[in-house]
């Protein structure tokens, strides 16, 4: 990807402007560091969250990055709000030629402690709110018959968690509806690509403002990744969306391995380990910031990093991998076919 639109006529963008990209929960984790990957690429980024401060520092890094900013403060789960930010992402920038669904909310808490109402908020947000966002932009996307749509998932979106119901089921429904979808988009044989990213633990400010009601503090569980790790992948997978689904990071690569062989051996070690494994040893501070109902942003901007620097890598060998499958197919066959050469050369058959 170049940072340029190669489209002509469709939406009426003109041969070498700058690509137009969309990115939701923009102003903080994941979804800061893509905005900020794709506009040193030089794109036109819209910034899509509720709270003013960090899409101001947000705008701030992309524009630093080489990219131009448009700032939209929207919730994500209001369906008018998200179609007017479409028309007016359209109406400033252009064209939406690749658009990120990112956004999400949670609770950190035993199922039995939360609400009906936060439950729902939850849903909203982290899974309606990628509804949404599909529903405004995609029709105008098979006009053109160009676009592409990314979906930032997790690892739990096929592995459930302690502690994370409302989150857990929120990703595997967007699973579920990524799929559905894409079955659709090949049936009408469509241009306009769909494509997931499967994400690990990753060192985002979330575990600073998400709603907890755990007694210490929530924490990822190890390996834990820089945003950086994932706005890669986000990227990525905006360049080559014809790939269903991509899985950033050995331990998702091991975690959705092992929950496809052995289910309920994974439900048991997760019992005896999930709970602990998600919380520090500090106490969780009784101010602690939430971000459920309202941004928790306001005054004070959380950036892309949480807390976890020390803690965390910028680097994913099985990223790569992932990335360059083909060449490693094509080094792989070459030794196998070097390999069949020696030990059929008549010197080894001689031995």
Known sequence: MTGRSDSVG???RRRGSPQVVAVTGASGGI????AVAFARQGAAVA???RGRTGLEAAAAEVR?????ALLVPTDMADPDQVDKAVALIEEELGPIDVWVNVAFTSVFSPFEQITAEEYRRVTEVSYLGYVYATMAVLPRMKERHHGTIVHVGSALAYRGIPLQTAYCGAKHAIQGFHEALRCELLHDKSTVKVTMVQMPAVNTPQFSWVLSRLPRRPQPVPPIYQP???ARAVVYAAE????REYWVGGSTAATLAANAVAPGLLDRYLARTGISSQQTQEPQPGDAPKNLWAPADRGEDFGAHGR??????????QLWASHHHGLLGAALAASAALLARVLLSPRAVRS
């Open 10 to 12: 469709g939406g009426g």
């Open 31 to 34: 979804g800061r560091a893509s």
């Open 47 to 49: 910034l899509l969250a």
């Open 64 to 68: 630093a990055a080489g990219g131009t």
């Open 228 to 230: 950086e790790v994932a």
């Open 240 to 243: 080559h969306p014809s790939r």
């Open 308 to 317: 976890f620097d020390e803690r965390s890598t910028y680097l994913s060998p």
